[in-house]
């Protein structure tokens, strides 16, 4: 079965500084991947996925992720968080693009100024 | 472009009464939606997969006769909760399945059973 961890719950960097957010997958097969950002009470956008191809993806706001089969993880990055980076961030995996996607418990970026 | 949306945003029903979230991709046509149930502070659960023009597929758990589920057409599926109880109460998301083989997300819709 495919399963997702997100090892960090909360995370709080400041203001400028670098970010990494780490996603582990489970999965038998080549996982469809993707990270979601949440804002409080709203939905989720996608920042970003990957299907196949080039391990590292660039999505929008900046985000990139890097895909490394031989981990099993999928880790979110930015080079300089902005304050409108704070919200909640989801790692998600499906076995077919798009379908069935089981989400990581989720971690809360605060940003410090 | 690929903007979903729910409706309505909140909604605040009494004990026993039965409460309709509709979901729209406003921009593309999605065959297949999905709908998932959030509680405060935990990830989202897939509850049940909608198709156009056909049943639904529910997760194992989740009561179809509670939670049904229409999708009569390329733009639209609705969620009713039936006999709502306060256990009920949470934060309902939708998703379409749209370009690139991608689910895009509804803004949700916050359920309070008194």
């Known amino acids: 079965a495919q399963s997702v961890t997100q090892p960090d719950i909360h995370i709080t960097v400041s203001e400028g500084a670098s970010l990494e957010l780490r996603c582990n997958y489970s999965?038998?097969?080549?996982?469809?991947l993707f990270w979601y950002v949440q804002s409080p009470g709203q939905g989720l956008q996608l920042l970003l996925k990957?299907?196949?191809?080039?391990?590292l993806v660039q999505g929008i706001k900046g985000f990139e992720a890097e895909f490394k089969r031989s981990q099993s993880s999928f880790n979110l990055r930015k080079p300089s968080v902005h304050w409108s980076d704070a919200a909640e961030y989801f790692c998600a995996v499906g076995a077919v693009s798009g379908n069935k996607l089981v989400f990581g418990a989720g971690t809360i970026l605060r940003v410090k100024s | 472009g690929a903007v979903v949306s729910q409706h309505p945003s909140r909604v605040i029903c009494k004990s026993g009464t039965s409460v309709k979230i509709e979901c729209r991709s406003l921009?593309?046509?999605?065959?297949?939606m999905f709908w998932y149930r959030q509680f405060p502070k935990q990830s989202l659960m897939l509850m049940a997969t909608s198709n156009e023009g056909s049943k639904a597929t529910y997760e194992q758990g989740v009561e179809k006769d509670k939670f049904l589920i229409n999708h009569a057409s390329l733009t639209l599926s609705t969620l009713t909760v039936t006999s709502a109880h306060p256990e009920d109460s949470s934060f309902y998301i939708c998703s379409a399945l749209g370009p690139g083989e991608t689910q895009y997300f509804g803004p949700g819709t916050r359920l309070l059973v008194l």
């Open positions: 999965y038998g097969a080549t996982p469809y």
């Open positions: 921009d593309f046509q999605a065959t297949t």
């Open positions: 990957y299907f196949s191809g080039d391990t």
